[in-house]
């Protein structure tokens, strides 16, 4: 499905997948602290690393957590485009982010240093814990476009009559519903109704 104009006022974003380049972060600390060097962002053909990667749950789970608790010392980096395009958005609407995060604090730290051009007070990050948490949190904020990497999540917008945006990614390309997907921050800038 192509994608339709967005109005910036009704439009969320996710964070992880969408916004900042965590699998890459994933990637950079199984090499550094686990000495796993074979992993590269296309293998990563699932939301649930466990079930595409050749490396240990326990490890896994230790490097996520390092992930959520210290988003500045696993060294994420945003993906390339979100920064401009997200400062231009941000001139039109304030931007509203919704993680399935558990923890806020640190991933909001983050997003509020890497659009460091953006007034604080027009950025906005809500952590709801769960992935299914987020329809509920999208219908209470008026947000009726969201960009989002997790096809499961984007399916349950999709169902609740919003319109979900896959952001595309290794890991959602197994799409049955056709839902609109773009991989490019500045063809989402191009959508924007922006005056
Ligand atoms: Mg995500």
């Known amino acids: 499905m ?3 104009r ?6 969320g974003f996710d964070i992880d997948g969408v916004v900042a380049d965590t699998m890459a972060s994933f990637i950079g600390i199984a090499k550094k602290d686990y000495g796993i060097h074979n992993i590269v962002k296309e293998q990563i053909t699932s ?3 466990e079930e595409c990667l050749p490396i240990p749950d326990e490890i896994i789970g ?3 957590e390092k992930i959520l608790n210290d988003p500045f010392g696993t060294g994420l980096e945003p993906i390339s485009g979100a920064v401009d395009a ?3 958005i941000s ?3 304030p931007l509203t982010f919704v993680t399935a995060r558990p923890l806020k604090a640190p ?3 983050w997003i509020h240093t890497t659009l460091h051009k953006v007034p604080s007070s027009r950025i906005r990050v809500i952590a709801t814990g769960e992935h299914s948490a987020k329809v509920s949190v999208l ?3 008026g947000i009726m476009n969201f960009v989002e990497d997790h096809l499961a999540t984007c399916v349950q917008i999709h169902e609740a009559g919003m319109n979900a945006i896959v952001y595309d990614q290794p890991w959602n390309r197994k799409d049955t519903h056709d839902l609109p997907r773009t991989g490019s921050w500045k063809e989402l800038l191009s959508k924007m109704e922006l005056s």
Do not use: G, R, S, V
């Open 2 to 4: 192509k994608l339709t």
């Open 6 to 11: 967005l109005i910036p006022e009704e439009t």
């Open 47 to 49: 939301y649930w690393l």
């Open 62 to 64: 230790k490097i996520i």
């Open 86 to 88: 997200l400062t231009e």
């Open 91 to 93: 001139k039109a609407a």
């Open 107 to 109: 991933i909001e730290k």
């Open 139 to 141: 219908q209470e904020n």
